[in-house]
């Protein structure tokens, strides 16, 4: 017996994923999914990003992360609340696991809440996890050829954050030919060439996320 | 890193498929039979290789082969509505240049059926 399921794998997620969606919508906070691979400064630009507008926005952060709570300790410090999931083992976050950290977050409070993924370019884009986008961060140091290896990431972000600028004296990383192929993927998507350490460029990222999170808020 | 994608997917699609065999009484699978999108970055081998491992604790599926079908990427342009293959990723309409391109197929990751009695 043949039995026809067409069955999405990724259903019961969805589902869980456009719940939090309208929780989100009508708290009229904005929620910015941050992925990257390992190691590429994700925690450090989160840092950047809410000095820059901790001053203008209501920032939360859920940090996600397979066994330590260290990056959470780090965005703790910058006095903004802050939620740790622990995902024990898994690859990435799913929208279950952010419905059930939202009780610990004031919601009403706030203006942008940042979800940092776990490290990993694959599996986080397979989750909904009911953002309103998804940006992501590459640096210089992992070379070029990322954008084939991973189109679905690069498909689905609004924005990509190209961090460590300051060490491209250093790699033979071709920032032209990474816009291409970016864009060649996704030509609607903004890139932003940053070094977090220095602080350069994360201004005009700040901007544009500010004019973001304004806009929903209006609604 | 301890991630395997594949194993992740796959342990997702042996939990549907078991679901779906108790409501509708198999009580052994024979075929699963899969579509997936390239868009998806999923490996066939690594998930053939999920498969043999986790369906041994499964005296359902236990049995039971896999096969996989990968769809291509196919874009269809917002401007002129032109349908295309979309090759290396560039999603740019070859008969206007535009490169406002919705995705036709591609990101698909479903179960299609399963064969059991
Ligand atoms: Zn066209």
């Not at chain 2, 301890?2 to 024979?30: F, P």
């Not at chain 2, 081998?45 to 604790?57: G, P, Q, V, Y």
């Not at chain 2, 769809?71 to 309409?93: A, P």
Request: glycine share 6%; hydrophobic share 40%; with cysteine.
């Amino acid at each position: 017996m043949q039995i026809k399921l067409v069955s999405s794998i990724l259903g019961v997620n969805d589902t869980l994923a456009a719940a939090n969606r309208e929780l989100f919508r009508e708290k009229g906070v904005f929620v910015l999914n941050l992925m990257s691979s390992p190691g590429s400064g994700k925690t450090t630009i989160l840092e950047r990003t809410i000095e820059h507008l901790q001053h203008q926005l209501n920032i939360g952060v859920i940090e996600g992360d397979i066994c330590t709570a260290r990056d959470a300790e780090r965005i703790a410090q910058k006095g903004v609340p802050v939620v740790q999931i622990n995902t024990s083992g898994a690859c990435h976050l799913d929208a279950n696991m952010i419905a059930s950290c939202l009780e610990d977050l004031n919601l009403d409070e706030l203006d942008l809440l940042v979800v940092e993924n776990v490290g990993n370019l694959v599996c986080p884009a397979e989750f909904d996890i009911g953002e309103d986008m998804k940006v992501m961060v590459l640096s210089v140091t992992e070379g070029n050829d990322k954008p084939c290896k991973y189109p679905l990431m690069f498909r689905e972000s609004r924005a990509l954050l190209v961090n460590k600028i300051d060490l491209l004296p250093y790699t033979n990383f071709d920032m032209d030919a990474l816009e291409q192929d970016v864009r060649g993927i996704n030509s609607a998507i903004q890139i932003f060439p940053v070094s977090a350490l220095k602080d350069e460029g994360v201004e005009a990222w700040c901007q544009w996320l500010t004019q973001l999170v304004r806009r929903k808020r209006e609604k | 890193m301890n991630c395997m994608h594949e194993l992740a997917l796959m342990q997702g699609i042996l939990d549907v498929v078991t679901k779906n065999a108790h409501s509708y009484g198999l009580r052994r699978i024979t075929k699963i039979k899969l579509v997936i999108g390239k868009l998806r970055a999923v490996v066939p081998d690594s998930l053939e290789f999920c498969f043999t491992t986790l369906k041994e604790d499964i005296p359902l599926i236990a049995q039971g082969e896999l096969e996989v079908e990968i769809k291509e990427i196919e874009g269809s342009c917002r401007r002129c509505s032109h349908q295309f293959l979309v090759e290396g990723y560039r999603f740019r309409c070859p008969q206007c240049e535009c490169t406002d391109v919705d995705i036709v197929s591609g990101s698909e990751l479903y179960v299609d059926y399963i064969e059991g009695d």
